[in-house]
């Protein structure tokens, strides 16, 4: 029930979505044009993706600069945009940010997070995969959110552990930690990852009294 629920939940936002950008972009609901300022040059329809409650929409607009390079967007301040969030939207990240921790948004995030996937046909797709920075909780969303998918440790991140490990092996060496975390980072790189951590117990063996 919990996948029907969800998509469900799903394809009401995406028609939501739908039926925002129609209005959004209906002339009589925009209003009356604005002329260009004296020095001003009008772009017509130019398009900017709108993150709302509904998730986002294409929104037309007019676009104005004027000699110095300062520009404006008239439709932007009626509708109360901030930045490329709708007041609705803006208005539901300051109050999560307010009442909720960052541990207590996790499960929301799966939530949308596969939300997102669904609405870009994520489920269409042979082939799923996840990428993820190590922390326990991100392989948690995806064990639960996407559980055929294939999880990859991002390489920045595993550099980062790569490093530590020399430090920790290596520590009173300096040198000898930078040269060979840039080795194990390009063994990696090959797909050497078993090679990298046999190496790594030899030597904790090897220091052991």
Request: proline fraction near 3%; hydrophobic fraction near 45%; charge should be negative.
């Amino acid at each position: 029930m919990d996948f029907l629920e969800s998509s469900l939940r799903c394809v009401l936002l995406k028609d939501g979505a739908h039926l925002l950008e129609d209005l959004l972009n209906d002339p009589l609901y925009q209003g009356q044009e604005q002329e260009a300022r004296p020095g001003e040059k009008r772009y017509r329809y130019r398009a900017k993706i709108v993150e709302t409650l509904f998730g986002e929409v294409r929104l037309l607009r007019d676009y104005y600069v004027a000699a110095d390079g300062s520009s404006r967007v008239p439709l932007a301040e009626r509708l109360g945009l901030i930045e490329v969030y709708s007041p609705g939207l803006a208005k539901m990240m300051v109050r999560i940010a307010a009442q909720e921790s960052f541990e207590e948004g996790r499960e929301d995030f799966g939530a949308l997070l596969r939300c997102e996937a669904f609405a870009r046909r994520g489920t269409c797709a042979q082939k799923t995969v996840y990428l993820g920075d190590g922390a326990a909780w991100v392989w948690e969303v995806a064990r639960i959110n996407f559980p055929q998918a294939i999880c990859i440790l991002d390489f920045y991140h595993a550099g980062e552990h790569i490093s530590l490990l020399a430090e920790a092996l290596y520590c009173t060496d300096a040198p000898r930690v930078q040269a060979q975390a840039k080795i194990w980072r390009e063994m990696l790189l090959e797909d050497k990852l078993h090679e990298v951590l046999a190496h790594a117990r030899r030597d904790l063996k090897a220091a052991l009294p």
